[in-house]
């Protein structure tokens, strides 16, 4: 069984768009949005779309509702998708294939354009890909993608992991733990982050987010 999880929140503009391209997916039996606390109409739209909805009690951040998710979902394989992909959600698929087929453990979209230390999120980025290839010896096109696809024990091996931090995390502990991971190249967009104060305020606190998870497995980068 396939689930996807799609944590949201205050996501009411494109919930729906990103709901309807993933229940049209072969394969994929659950589609379970985690409402982190909105305070729009995502949850309500969600529900209209097709999707199956947890509701969080309040905003407990992304690593709680993907926890809250995955404990909820049925699938022994599953997907976490972003709320704002939109109908190019649709390329979920091209992640959980290889899962399915059996030639990865969990998959990683690859976004064009994030190669190079400036691409996205610039310092962010670098301090992610550095973490990653430091504990694993895994050099990623995208260190910080939030799109996936993995076996359940995958999750499992999570330690721990808080907020923006939990996607560094889930690869540094997979990898270590022996799960093979493979990045897949996608053309998904989402909403970007701007070069506004609250787009530098995002990029901060994610920065802050994946040094206190490198921190914790400090260890592993010696």
């Not at 404990?71 to 709320?83: F, N």
């Not at 670098?126 to 359940?152: D, E, F, N, V």
């Amino acid at each position: 069984m396939t689930s996807i999880i799609v944590p949201a929140y205050n996501e009411e503009v494109r919930i729906s768009e990103t709901v309807a391209a993933l229940v049209a997916l072969d394969g994929v039996d659950e589609v379970l949005v985690v409402n982190d606390g909105s305070s729009d109409d995502t949850s309500a739209v969600a529900a209209r779309s097709g999707a199956r909805v947890l509701d969080m009690p309040r905003n407990l951040g992304k690593a709680a509702a993907l926890a809250e998710g995955i404990r909820a979902c049925r699938g022994e394989i599953i997907a976490m998708v972003d709320a704002d992909l939109g109908a190019t959600a649709a390329q979920a698929g091209l992640l959980i294939a290889p899962v399915t087929r059996g030639e990865a453990d969990m998959t990683i979209a690859a976004f064009a354009g994030q190669r190079g230390a400036g691409a996205g999120f610039g310092l962010v980025v670098r301090l992610a890909r550095w973490g990653i290839q430091r504990a694993t010896g895994i050099t990623m096109t995208s260190p910080l993608s939030g799109q996936r696809a993995m076996r359940r024990p995958v999750w499992d091996a999570l330690q721990t992991a808080d907020g923006f931090g939990v996607e560094v995390a889930l690869t540094i502990d997979a990898a270590r733990a022996g799960h093979r991971v493979l990045e897949v190249p996608v053309t998904m967009t989402h909403r970007a982050t701007g070069r506004d104060l609250a787009g530098f305020r995002h990029r901060g606190r994610q920065f802050v987010a994946v040094a206190r998870e490198l921190w914790r497995r400090r260890r592993c980068l010696l």
